[in-house]
Every structure is written in C-alpha cells, then in structure tokens.
C-alpha cells in the first residue's frame, strides 16, 4: 500500500456550501487547515486564544483564524478524511482525460474499478452523472 502524501487543498476544488472552509484555509493555509481538521474535524470548536488552538497551530495562526471569523464564538469542522475523499474524487473527475485509470489508481492507492465509480459518480451539487465515457479505460 502506498502511503498518503501531504495533501494540499486547492479551493477550486471544495464543494460551494464549504463556505466557512475556505475562510479557514485563506486565513490559515492549506497544511494548518488538514492538522486543524484532522485534530478537530467533526466538532464544533470554541474560537478563542488558549492552549487548544495555540497547540495546534501556534499564536500567530490562531490570531489568523480569530480574525477571519471576527463574528462567530465557535464553528463547525467537517470531518477530515470525508473532505480529503471529496477532494480527491474531484481532482480524479478532473484529470480524467489526463491521465489512466491505472495511472489514477496508484496515485491514490485505489483499484481501477474504484476510480471508474469515481468518474461516473454523481456530482454531489447537481446529481447528474458526467457522460460515459466509451473508451475509459487502458
């Protein structure tokens, strides 16, 4: 099995309703936000200074987040490794065209017939299916 690389999140790729997400990954970045969710994600938390936030993502960080949020005493974190598999299906449907599936699938240490579903999935916001693809395959 392949081990995971650090997964880096491109905004593009978040479904719209994770609006409260990308204010935490502008103010943040990226890799703070996955430790955040990853430590957090699923849970409400309490946005103040203290030893919670300033040990997992130092003051500076934290002033960061605080003042995205300037309004709100506590925010709900999606669960880290749902979010990390939405974006990795939208980064598979993306580079489809790009790349194989045997290509895809040991990318993301999945099966071909795991990234076939992938592909033909519904999209969460419209719950159409993209095309058929007559020739996806190697």
């Keep these: 099995m392949n081990a995971q690389p650090d997964v880096v999140i491109d905004e593009r790729l978040l479904p719209p309703t994770l609006s409260r997400l990308r204010r935490i990954l502008r103010a943040i970045g990226p ?4 430790a955040l969710l990853k430590a957090r994600g699923g849970t409400r938390l309490k946005l103040m200074h203290g030893p919670l936030l300033h040990g997992l993502l130092g003051e500076p960080s934290t ?9 709100e005493s506590e925010i709900l ?4 490794d ?7 299906n939208r ?7 790009a790349k194989s599936l045997t290509e895809q699938a040991l990318e ?3 099966t071909t017939r795991q990234i076939i579903n992938i592909r033909h999935a519904p999209e969460p ?5 993209p095309q058929p693809d007559l020739f996806d395959g190697d």
Excluded at 91 to 97: F, N, T
Excluded at 125 to 129: A, D, K, V, Y
């Design 91 to 97: 980064v598979i449907v993306a580079e489809a065209g």
């Design 125 to 129: 916001e419209t719950g159409l299916s």
């Design 77 to 80: 974190l999606p669960k880290a």
């Design 108 to 110: 993301h240490d999945l």
């Design 63 to 71: 002033k960061l987040l605080l003042d995205a949020f300037p309004d």
């Design 31 to 34: 890799r703070k936000t996955i």
């Design 82 to 88: 749902k979010l990390i598999a939405q974006i990795r």
